[in-house]
T-cell receptor
Framework: QKEVEQNSGPLSVPEGAIASLNCTYS??????FFWYRQYSGKSPELIMFIYSNGDKEDGRFTAQLNKASQYVSLLIRDSQPSDSATYLC??????????????FGQGTILTVHP | NAGVMQNPRHLVRRRGQEARLRCSPM?????VYWYRQLPEEGLKFMVY????????ESGMPKERFSAEFPKEGPSILRIQQVVRGDSAAYFCASSPNTNIQYFGAGTRLSVL
């Protein structure tokens, strides 16, 4: 069983729609959860992080965390073609706030078409 | 405040040569992490360092790979006697005293 799982996609949504990206993790001790965006040939760019159960909103992005279900998601409202990228879910498997080793999912390819 | 700086951006080596990848963390960041991204694969943790110390090298191959983060200067990821399977993008990330990591632009290593 993979430690962090994502659907590889591609996920295709029309411009202006809500894109929903999902991620599950296996280690119940996981403490911190991150979403990175990676354009082709570029480096990962941090877009959201969440530590507590519930929702966290930042502009068009909302991260949702459910530790009981070991599930974290990212919603992108009013999707734009410039949102087309690979979205990486990352989890701090070791726990704690100062350790930092991240385990990544395979990434979900998102395509937003005009 | 400059971001995480990696160089070179692209590195070409022949089989058997050595590759040295450098990473300067963001100002004020004392935690450095190296990750590798093989073609069509996800990011994999390699090593975590603080100044002059290797904290966790559980993701490093046992042979040919080494890393350091000296008191002065950048962190170095060194690959000796490179093989074609080492061709990948190598990313460095840095962090202040939290676990939010910011990535550099990466070094794309090609082994001929």
């Amino acid at each position: 069983q993979k430690e962090v799982e994502q659907n590889s996609g591609p996920l295709s949504v029309p411009e202006g729609a809500i894109a929903s990206l999902n991620c599950t993790y296996s280690d119940q001790g996981s403490q911190s959860f991150f979403w990175y965006r990676q354009y082709s040939g570029k480096s990962p760019e941090l877009i959201m992080f969440i530590y507590s159960n519930g929702d966290k909103e930042d502009g068009r992005f909302t991260a949702q965390l459910n530790k009981a279900s070991q599930y974290v998601s990212l919603l992108i409202r009013d999707s734009q073609p410039s949102d087309s990228a690979t979205y990486l879910c990352a989890v701090n498997i070791e726990g704690g706030t100062s350790y930092g080793k991240l385990t990544f999912g395979q990434g979900t390819i998102l395509t937003v078409h005009p | 405040n400059a971001g995480v700086m990696q160089n070179p951006r692209h590195l070409v080596r022949r089989r058997g040569q050595e590759a040295r990848l450098r990473c300067s963390p963001m100002k004020g960041h004392s935690h450095v992490y190296w990750y590798r991204q093989l073609p069509e694969e996800g990011l994999k943790f390699m090593v975590y360092l603080q100044k002059e110390n290797i904290i966790d090298e559980s993701g490093m191959p046992k042979e040919r790979f080494s890393a350091e983060f000296p008191k002065e200067g950048p962190s170095i990821l060194r690959i000796q006697q490179v093989v074609r399977g080492d061709s990948a993008a190598y990313f460095c990330a840095s962090s202040p005293n939290t676990n939010i990591q910011y990535f550099g632009a990466g070094t794309r290593l090609s082994v001929l």
